[in-house]
């Protein structure tokens, strides 16, 4: 089996300042004492997902996990390190991301398929699917600004998984769904497993993980701590 995505030796590092307030900002910048500390977020990290396979990553809050998915999407250029994809990819990192707030839902669908570079027939056709996938009902013509997370995560989900590309990244968006709609989006994301789908998943929820997942990544402070298959490094992850 071939690799969809090859993650080499990625390290990715913020600027943070050393004092949290501005009092304090202010104080270290008259004593000339360092005002901004360099955070490695991201430190070395390798892997690689094989085409067709569902893969997590798994790590506490601020682990890097979403750092990880930002690099692998090209939304933020790692400090070294190579990423190589094999086929097109569709990130799902940010509720809002790729939604236009004052564009309502369904123009926002239109407008993502033309991105995505879906002809006028296809969009036509795909657009009934996605807008009864969403389920927003008379809400899919108001702007997308005016929506709860749980409204802009149903109509980002149902943009993504309907567009076809090879490579679906989803960060934890499905959260802040109800719990028909995970429902929905997880027995969804099973689909696209046995149709070929290569998926990368970052979620809390370890049950769906089980489900959809073949192997992971468990990060800690931006290091692998594991790789292996999706229950041991579930029981790792779960035993510390
Ligand atoms: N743009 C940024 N500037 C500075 N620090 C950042 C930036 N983005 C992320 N970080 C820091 O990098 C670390 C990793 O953040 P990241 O969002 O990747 O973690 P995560 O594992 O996705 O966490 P969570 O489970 O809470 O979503 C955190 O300490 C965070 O504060």
Do not use: W
């Amino acid at each position: 089996m071939s690799n969809a995505i090859e993650v080499n030796h990625i390290k990715k590092a913020f600027r943070k300042p050393t004092e949290k307030t501005i009092k304090g900002q202010l104080i270290s910048l008259f004593k000339h004492e360092k005002t901004i500390d360099k955070f490695q977020a991201l430190e070395d990290v390798s892997f690689t997902v094989k085409k067709g396979e569902g893969y997590a990553i798994i790590g506490k809050n601020g682990a890097g996990k979403s750092t990880l998915f930002k690099v692998i999407s090209g939304v933020i250029v790692p400090d070294s390190g190579q990423i190589k994809l094999n086929g097109t990819l569709m990130p799902l990192i940010e509720l809002s991301a790729g939604l236009s707030g004052d564009l309502s839902g369904m123009e926002n669908i239109r407008l993502n398929c033309a991105i995505y570079g879906l002809k006028k027939r296809q969009i036509e056709e795909l657009l009934p699917v996605i807008v009864e996938f969403a389920e927003l009902d008379e809400f899919i013509h108001t702007p997308v600004k005016f929506y709860s997370s749980g409204m802009k995560a149903r109509l980002g989900f149902s943009i993504a998984v309907h567009i076809e590309t090879d490579i679906v990244l989803i960060d934890e968006v499905l959260a802040v769904g109800d719990r028909d709609f995970k429902k929905k989006c997880n027995k969804k994301m099973l689909e696209m497993k046995e149709a070929g789908k290569t998926i990368v998943i970052v979620s809390h929820s370890m049950g769906p993980l089980k489900k959809l997942c073949d192997r992971a990544i468990v990060l800690n402070r931006g290091k692998v701590e594991a790789e292996g298959d999706i229950h041991e490094m579930i029981d790792l992850y779960e035993s510390n």
